[in-house]
């Protein structure tokens, strides 16, 4: 279990957040093509996933949209 702050709240979510640095797991997730791909598509490249359950959301999608114009300045494209 992991914990994370919603809302000013501390709560507990299944599963190990991974450690900032570390390497990421394989994974496959879904892209703004609405295409598969997997970590190894990104072989070389810097990675900073920006993972929302869905942009049809007015918060989510805010979101999004700030990580896009923060991403450039961690070294990820977009």
């Known amino acids: ?4 702050t919603l809302g000013g709240k501390t709560i ?4 190990d957040l991974p450690e900032v640095g570390s390497k990421a797991p394989p ?3 879904v892209d703004k093509n609405l295409k598969d791909v997997t970590l190894a598509d990104f072989a ?17 999608a805010s979101s ?3 990580f896009n114009k923060s991403a450039p300045s961690c070294g990820a494209g977009i």
Not at 1 to 4: D, G, K, P, Y
Not at 44 to 60: A, F, K, Y
């Open 1 to 4: 279990m992991s914990e994370v």
């Open 12 to 15: 507990e979510v299944a599963g």
């Open 27 to 29: 994974f496959r997730l």
């Open 44 to 60: 070389g490249q810097r990675e900073v996933p920006n993972i929302v359950p869905s942009l049809d959301t007015d918060v989510c």
């Open 64 to 66: 999004t949209r700030k």
